[in-house]
C-alpha cells in the first residue's frame, strides 16, 4: 500500500494541477501564481488523505471517492515471484486516466557480508556429493567436480582448467568464526552452482580470490568472499560481496552491473530490508491524443500598451 501512496500521488498531482494549468494560459501571471499556489496546497492536501486512507485498509484494494463524480483506484496484483502488477485508475469530470505498474523487491547488503540462512547451512552439511579439503596442497587440472567443495579453515585451493558443477563454501560460511582460505584461479574455470545452494557460486568470507593473468573465468553465481583480485579475463554474471574494493582486470565483465537491481540468491541473507523498484508500463498514445498535441497551440497575451509596464 506504501506503493499505492506513490502511484496515488502521482494521479492527484495529474487531477488537480490540471486546473493550475488552465490558470496559467488563461489569466495574467499574478493570477495564474495565486491559482498555482491553491492548486499546490489542494494537492498536498490531497496526499495527506490518500496516505491515511491506505493505511487504514489492510487489503490489496482501495478507492477514493473525491466528490463531483471524482475517484482514485488503487489494485494491487498477487504476487508473483518477486514481481507485484499495480493499477492505479482515475476519473474526473468524465476523462478518465489510468495507470499501470510493476513493483519488484529486491535485497541489498547491509554492513555484514552476506551469509547463508539457516536452511542453506543445512543443505550443505548434508550435501551429496561434498568434497572436504583442508592444508595447502588442493590443486585440480583438468578436470571435472561435483557438488559442494568445503574449505576447511587455512585450506588452499587451485583450479587450473576445471569446471566446478556445485559450489565453493568455506568452513566459516558455516560456522561464523573467523578463518582463512585462499582459492587461485588458473586458465580457464567455469563454476555453475548445482542444487545445494542454486545461485551461489562461492560463498567464503573468509576467502582470497586471485587469479593470475591467465584465468579465464565464467561464473554463474553470486561470490561472497573478503578479497577478490581477477587479472585476467572472463564474465562473472552474478552479484559480488567483498570486504575489500574489487580488483577486477578491463577483461572480466559483469553483464547487467549498474543498470539494474541484482537479485541476490535465496540462499544467502543479507542482513539488510528489502528495498523496491518500480517500473511503469509504457503509455500507447492514441492517434486522436497525437493530434490534440500536435494542433494545440498557446493563446497569445495582449501586449502591454506603449509605455506601459
Aim: hydrophobic share 40%; glycine share 12%.
Amino acid at each position: 500500500m506504501l506503493l499505492a501512496v506513490l502511484l496515488l500521488t502521482t494521479l492527484i498531482a495529474s487531477l488537480v494541477m490540471t486546473y493550475s494549468r488552465h490558470a496559467l494560459l488563461a489569466v495574467d501571471s499574478s493570477s495564474a501564481n495565486l491559482e498555482s499556489q491553491r492548486a499546490q496546497a489542494a494537492a498536498d492536501s490531497g496526499f495527506a488523505w490518500a496516505k491515511q486512507s491506505l493505511a487504514a485498509d489492510a487489503g490489496s484494494a482501495t478507492r477514493l471517492d473525491l466528490g463531483d463524480g471524482r475517484s482514485v483506484s488503487v489494485q494491487l496484483g498477487s504476487a508473483t515471484g518477486n514481481l507485484r502488477s499495480v493499477d492505479v485508475d482515475a476519473s474526473t469530470e468524465g476523462t478518465s486516466q489510468s495507470l499501470q505498474a510493476t513493483f519488484e523487491t529486491y535485497a541489498v547488503a547491509g554492513e555484514r557480508l552476506p551469509g547463508l540462512t539457516a536452511a542453506a547451512k543445512t543443505a550443505v552439511n548434508a550435501a551429496s556429493p561434498v568434497t572436504i579439503l583442508s592444508g595447502s596442497s588442493n590443486s585440480y587440472s583438468s578436470t571435472e567436480l561435483t557438488g559442494t567443495i568445503l574449505l576447511r579453515t587455512g585450506a588452499r585451493l587451485t583450479l587450473r582448467d576445471v569446471i566446478v558443477d556445485g559450489s565453493i563454501v568455506s568452513e566459516a560460511a558455516l560456522t561464523g568464526a573467523a578463518g582463512g582460505v585462499t582459492i587461485e584461479l588458473r586458465g580457464g574455470v567455469l563454476i555453475q552452482p548445482g542444487a545445494t545452494l542454486p545461485g551461489c557460486a562461492i560463498v567464503a568470507p573468509d576467502a582470497d580470490i586471485e587469479g593470475d593473468g591467465s584465468e579465464l573465468v565464467q561464473i554463474h553465481g553470486a561470490i561472497v568472499a573478503e578479497r577478490l583480485r581477477l587479472r585476467g579475463g572472463g564474465v562473472l554474471h552474478g552479484v559480488v560481496a567483498c570486504d575489500d574494493d574489487l580488483e577486477l582486470a578491463s577483461g572480466i565483465e559483469q553483464p547487467g552491473s549498474g543498470r539494474a537491481p541484482r537479485a541476490w540468491p535465496a540462499a544467502l541473507e543479507t542482513h539488510s530490508a528489502d528495498v523496491g523498484r518500480l517500473a511503469f508500463r509504457g503509455v500507447d498514445v492514441r492517434d486522436a491524443e497525437r493530434t490534440a498535441i500536435r494542433s494545440f497551440s498557446f493563446p497569445t497575451r495582449p501586449h502591454a500598451p506603449a509605455g506601459g509596464p
